[in-house]
C-alpha cells in the first residue's frame, strides 16, 4: 500500500513537472516569435500635413477645383497588411458622402472602402499596389467640397485621432487574433502593433473592422 501511494505520487510530480516546463517552453516561444514578427506604432503611420482623414481611413487631397484624389491612410495599410483593391466606382458615376468606392479582400473577405466627400469618379490608379499612404486610388470631381471638409480631419489633429484608434484595434484584437503568440505580440511593449494584425483574424473579425473602423 506504502508503494502505491509513493508511486502514485511520484507521477503525479513528474506530471506537474511536464506541465510547467511545457508552460515555460510555450511562452519562451511565443516571445521569440513575437520578436521576429515586424510591427507598426504611431511613429510608422504617416500623415502628410497636406491631407484631409475620413473616420472611415481614407484621405483627400485638392488638387485643384475640379480634382480631387483619395486614398488609404498608413494606420488602415498597416492594420490590414496585404490588401488588393478592386471593384472601383467606374468613371463617371456620382458619388455621394458614405459609398463604396472600392472593395478590398483580405484573407478572401471582401470589405469595402467608403468615399469621405461627394463628387463625379474622374479616374482610377489600377498601378496602385495599396503599399505606400501617398498613392492616390481613384480621383473626383469634388461636389459640395466645403460642406464635406467641414466632416474631415485636418492633419494637424489627425494624430491625436490615429492615437485613439491604436488604442480601438487593439481592443479588436485582444479577442480576435489568433494563433495565441501573435495575440501577445499585439501587446507587447505597449506601442506595437503587429504589421497585417487583422489579416490573422478570422472572417468575422475583418468584418468587424469594417463596421468599426471603415465607416466614414
Not at 488638387?63 to 488609404?72: A, H, P, T, Y
Not at 498608413?74 to 458614405?98: H, Q
Not at 501573435?182 to 463596421?211: C, H, P, Q, R, W
Request: charge should be neutral.
Amino acid at each position: 500500500m506504502v508503494a502505491l501511494l509513493v508511486i502514485t505520487t511520484f507521477i503525479v510530480l513528474v506530471l506537474i513537472d511536464v506541465l510547467i516546463f511545457n508552460r515555460k517552453t510555450s511562452k519562451a516561444y511565443n516571445r521569440e516569435h513575437a520578436q521576429a514578427l515586424q510591427v507598426f506604432n504611431l511613429r510608422d503611420t504617416i500623415l502628410p500635413d497636406d491631407f484631409y482623414y475620413s473616420k472611415g481611413h481614407t484621405w483627400v487631397k485638392k488638387e485643384n477645383e475640379d480634382k480631387i484624389n483619395i486614398g488609404l491612410d498608413g494606420f488602415v495599410l498597416n492594420a490590414l497588411g496585404n490588401v488588393t483593391l478592386k471593384n472601383f466606382a467606374e468613371p463617371g458615376t456620382k458619388i455621394t458622402k458614405g459609398d463604396a468606392i472600392f472593395e478590398g479582400t483580405v484573407n478572401n473577405v471582401n470589405i469595402k472602402f467608403r468615399s469621405p466627400v461627394d463628387g463625379i469618379v474622374t479616374g482610377i490608379n489600377q498601378e496602385n499596389q495599396v503599399k505606400d499612404p501617398n498613392s492616390w486610388c481613384l480621383s473626383l470631381k469634388p461636389l459640395n467640397f466645403k460642406e464635406n471638409l467641414a466632416g474631415l480631419i485636418p492633419s494637424l489633429q489627425a494624430h491625436k485621432w490615429i492615437k485613439s484608434e491604436f488604442k480601438r484595434l487593439k481592443d479588436l484584437l485582444i479577442y480576435s487574433v489568433e494563433p495565441s503568440e501573435l495575440a501577445g505580440a499585439t501587446m507587447y511593449d505597449g506601442g506595437n502593433i503587429v504589421e497585417g494584425a487583422v489579416s490573422y483574424t478570422d472572417a468575422k473579425s475583418i468584418k468587424d473592422f469594417e463596421e468599426l473602423f471603415l465607416k466614414v
